[in-house]
């Protein structure tokens, strides 16, 4: 009988398909010491982004055939000690980009009307209509940094609130933006014209930081930037001060340099609105991920 091991928190549908290929075995919040016992004799190991799979872990596994990363980034994964071991790594790049475009919009639009402050304030028993003042998005210039799949969902919603939409992305064919009727710019270009900005590349060497002082200062005032991509992609620091001084109206973030950012000064700032890492956290994305990871791990243990 194979065996499937699971150490982060699955949707029930994808435990049902790993049923069909063997015997599951779910261990949640387990330490690595735990994961090490438990996968020396397990076919297969499905996780999310809760556990860390690291080389360790891996050379302590003598069966293992497949690791399922049920979400998009497989950052917590030493593909290396896996290509090294002959592990083959699946995941699902596709599952929650509807999801974390949807949150874009959520974080856009809570920042251009104040919601959040406006909800605070009347959690308090206020009527304050003066203090939360926002602004239209409509025919405002949204600048896409990354017109990949997250950014082509953003594009075509950004259309229904007709936006005019420009976009950085060195590695896209220009037709593919001309089709979308996107106008393909520099960073700094595109810092410079819109009023919106939001950030759907990886983070690497060549984007960490890519928003940094620079940019800022090129940015017209009150602008309102969004990052549901990947912490450091954004220079806090200059964030901190871009708010501070008024080139930035409000920043709208999912994700931080340091999570939880329990030390990070940017959260005390009223222009900034955040949400805990949870562009991928819905049912849907959930499901779906779960579910292609799950239906690719069977397939690959039955060979
Ligand atoms: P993708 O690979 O489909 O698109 C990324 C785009 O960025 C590509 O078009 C690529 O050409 C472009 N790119 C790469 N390097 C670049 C650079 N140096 N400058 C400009 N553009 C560059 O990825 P995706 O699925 O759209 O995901 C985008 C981001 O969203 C990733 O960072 C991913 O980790 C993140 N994400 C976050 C959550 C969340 O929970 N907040 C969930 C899923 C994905």
Redesign the pocket.
């Known amino acids: 009988m194979l065996k499937i091991l699971i150490t982060d928190p699955l949707h029930e549908s994808a435990i049902e398909i790993l049923k069909e290929a063997g015997e599951v075995e779910i261990a949640t919040g387990i330490s690595i010491e735990e994961i090490k016992q438990k996968i020396k004799d397990a076919d297969a190991l499905v996780v999310r982004s809760g556990t860390t799979v690291t080389k360790e872990i891996i050379d302590a596994s003598e069966n293992l055939k497949v690791i399922a990363r049920a979400g998009?980034?497989v950052d917590n994964v030493d593909l290396d000690a896996a290509t090294e071991k002959g592990v083959v790594v699946v995941n699902a790049?596709d599952a929650?980009?509807i999801s974390?475009a949807e949150l874009m919009f959520g974080l856009m639009l809570s920042a251009a009307r104040n919601i959040p402050q406006a909800t605070a304030s009347l959690k308090k028993g206020e009527w304050d209509r003066k203090s939360f003042k926002g602004m239209e998005v409509y025919a405002k210039t949204l600048g896409i940094?990354?017109?990949?799949?997250?950014?082509q969902q953003v594009a075509k919603r950004a259309q229904a609130f007709e936006m005019n939409i420009v976009a950085?992305?060195?590695?896209?064919p220009e037709n593919v933006a001309s089709e979308l009727g996107i106008k393909l710019l520099s960073v700094d270009e595109l810092c410079a014209e819109s009023e919106f900005i939001t950030l759907?590349?990886?983070?690497?060497t060549?984007?960490k930081h890519m928003i940094g002082k620079t940019q800022f200062d090129l940015m017209k005032n009150n602008t309102i930037i969004i990052n549901?991509?990947?912490g450091g992609l954004i220079d806090e620091n200059a964030l901190y001060d871009a708010i501070n001084c008024g080139k930035v109206k409000a920043a709208g973030l999912?994700?931080f340099e340091e999570e939880p950012p329990t030390k990070n000064p940017l959260i005390s700032l009223n222009g900034l609105i955040g949400t805990p890492?949870?562009?991928?956290s819905t049912e849907e994305a959930q499901l779906s991920a779960g579910t292609i990871v799950a239906e690719q791990t069977v397939k690959i243990l039955k060979g």
């Open positions: 998009v980034g790049p929650s980009s974390v940094v990354g017109l990949g799949r997250i950014g950085y992305d060195p590695y896209i759907h590349v990886p983070l690497t060549k984007t549901c991509a990947r999912d994700v890492h949870q562009g991928a």
